[in-house]
């Protein structure tokens, strides 16, 4: 018997963890623009920062899954956990569904910054190098790389100009000067560099959600922008190789955590092997 022949004896339109994962991103978004006024920045206190930032917590683990850029962002992220979550909860339970969303929001972070630790560490060693071992030539090879230019966000791009100028008038009189201020630049550089990437959203475990619905529900039909139906199955391996491709193409001003997606696709069918080796009567396919 496979689970898209089986259906609950009472269906629940609104599971207790969908609903309740429903008001707690509700109340996280509207408190983003309350506190704001007050001059607190939730997304920077919640929002899942790089592990070397000095604005890393180990709770943001949790709390990133709960925090939205946009209303478009939590409205469709919520809409996708009501609609996939309500079917698996049905099935799974609420203990259970709760862990693999939190679990696969988890692994979306992980991974994503298991790329973002391997995309930043050419740049980070080299300044590294440079603040320990200060040179104007490595300082114009750096800066005129692809390596620096690939990490220049808005505001950077305008610190660095600042530099420049301060540089050049210090270097005219006093190089031992330039020289210092260009260290202490390639400090702040740092510092913005661990401090930028910052993920929100419930994304990678909205991924998951869909991984185990196409699993549990493959043969269901989803349609695409309400008019274009596709079985499950296919639309979750449609959508994840666009992921991957997307990923991995890296298109400028892309701001989407392509890499957390998969990373909760990935940690979601791990689980699900996971429980189904320990309880092959529960999971059957």
């Not at 899942?48 to 709770?59: G, I, M, P, V």
Request: net charge neutral.
């Amino acid at each position: 018997m496979s689970y898209d022949q089986y259906r609950p004896a009472r269906f629940n339109l609104l599971p207790e963890v969908v609903k309740n994962l429903l008001i707690i991103n509700g109340i996280f978004y509207l408190a983003t623009f309350v506190l704001k006024n007050q001059g607190i920045d939730l997304v920077d206190m919640l929002g899942l920062h790089y592990f070397q930032s000095e604005k890393f917590r180990s709770y943001q683990f949790v709390t990133y899954m709960f925090m939205h850029g946009s209303f478009a962002h939590i409205l469709f992220n919520m809409l996708a956990v009501w609609m996939f979550g309500a079917a698996i909860e049905n099935i799974w339970g609420s203990r259970r569904f709760l862990t693999y969303y939190l679990l696969t929001g988890l692994g979306a972070a992980i991974l994503h910054y298991g790329v973002v630790y391997f995309e930043m560490r050419p740049a980070l060693n080299v300044v590294n190098d440079y603040i320990e071992n200060p040179d104007i030539e490595k300082l114009q090879s750096f800066t005129t790389s692809e390596a620096f230019r690939s990490f220049q966000s808005e505001d950077m791009v305008g610190n660095y100009n600042s530099f420049r100028e301060q540089f050049n008038q210090a270097y005219v009189s006093d190089p031992k000067a330039a020289l210092q201020i260009s260290v202490d630049y390639m400090k702040s550089f740092k510092a913005d560099l661990l401090n930028a990437p910052v993920v929100v959203g419930a994304s990678g475990a909205i991924f998951g959600l869909l991984l185990a619905y196409g699993m549990l529900f493959p043969n269901s039909l989803i349609f695409i922008y309400m008019l274009i139906p596709i079985k499950a199955k296919y639309f979750v391996i449609i959508y994840g190789a666009l992921e991957l491709f997307s990923g991995i193409l890296k298109v400028p001003g892309d701001n989407v955590a392509h890499f957390a997606h998969l990373g909760g696709l990935l940690f979601g069918f791990l689980l699900i092997q996971y429980w189904k080796h320990q309880n092959k009567n529960r999971f059957r396919y």
